[in-house]
């Protein structure tokens, strides 16, 4: 009697899986089966590979976001590109939504990675970086011989070579640099500021008056000076230089 009254809810439930089942197999190989997985995959792998790449460099100079960091941005835009390319939506304008909201939630992760401190901002490299990461693993994602060779490339040539040449930018820009210092300094002594400079081989382009204060009836000025420096003269050792006179009340990098 007891095997009378389950047979037939087993029977039915045993249906309900190959139900199931068979809907999960259809909609496997609608979406193009084995091959499509394997591909899927090996995105994926790619797409870490090629972060990690821009995270590693990052870790080794201990960046605020470093190898994990950029390893998961990649593979999270991947993925998202993956699942671009397999949702089902009525038109292809509802697809690119999808990489439009990476795109714009990239900018708020790069953000985070930007610190301000004193007037100086620290992070900025690791922002774009963080960003060109989640472009690549968009373009591992999506698919397609001409955007995986693009990201390969950008990744294993144009990013290093970059990094190679960050010397070569250095070096021209230094011998153009314009530098700024922030001086307080006693009013009378303000001829001796100015011949000092002059003798470390300095050339000072501008100066910006800011104000004039009086402390303990001694009369300070407060100036922005613009200067040249010349490749014999280290921007650091002028600062020490001048901060070791005693009239002069304050000098920082502005």
Not at 24 to 29: D, G, K, L, R, T
Not at 223 to 234: A, L, P, W
Request: positive net charge.
């Amino acid at each position: 009697m007891i095997e009378l009254l389950f047979q037939p809810n087993i029977l039915s439930f045993t249906s309900d899986i190959n139900n199931y089942f068979n809907a999960i197999s259809q909609e496997f190989q609608a979406l193009g089966g084995w091959t499509t997985l394997i591909s899927i995959l090996f995105k994926i792998v790619l797409a870490c590979i090629l972060g990690a790449v821009f995270g590693f460099e990052r870790e080794i100079k201990n960046k605020p976001a470093g190898y994990v960091t950029f390893l998961l941005v990649s593979l999270g835009s991947c993925l998202f590109a993956v699942l671009q390319t397999t949702a089902v939506a009525p038109d292809a304008t509802e697809k690119t939504r999808i990489i439009a909201q990476v795109v714009s939630g990239v900018g708020f992760l790069g953000a985070g990675t930007i610190m301000h401190n004193k007037g100086s901002v620290k992070g900025i490299t690791t922002a774009a970086l963080l960003w060109v990461s989640a472009s690549i693993g968009l373009l591992v994602g999506t698919g397609g011989i001409i955007n995986i060779t693009t990201a390969i490339f950008a990744t294993v040539i144009v990013y290093p070579l970059s990094l190679l040449t960050r010397k070569l930018g250095s070096k021209i820009v230094g011998e153009r640099k314009i530098y700024r210092i922030f001086v307080i300094f006693e009013e009378e002594k303000e001829k001796d500021l100015y011949e000092i400079i002059a003798s470390n081989g300095i050339a000072v382009n501008k100066t910006f008056f800011h104000n004039k204060t009086e402390i303990e009836g001694k009369h300070f000025k407060e100036v922005y000076i613009y200067m040249k420096i010349s490749k014999k003269t280290s921007y650091q050792d002028l600062l020490d230089h001048l901060a070791s006179y005693d009239w002069i009340k304050t000098i920082e990098n502005a």
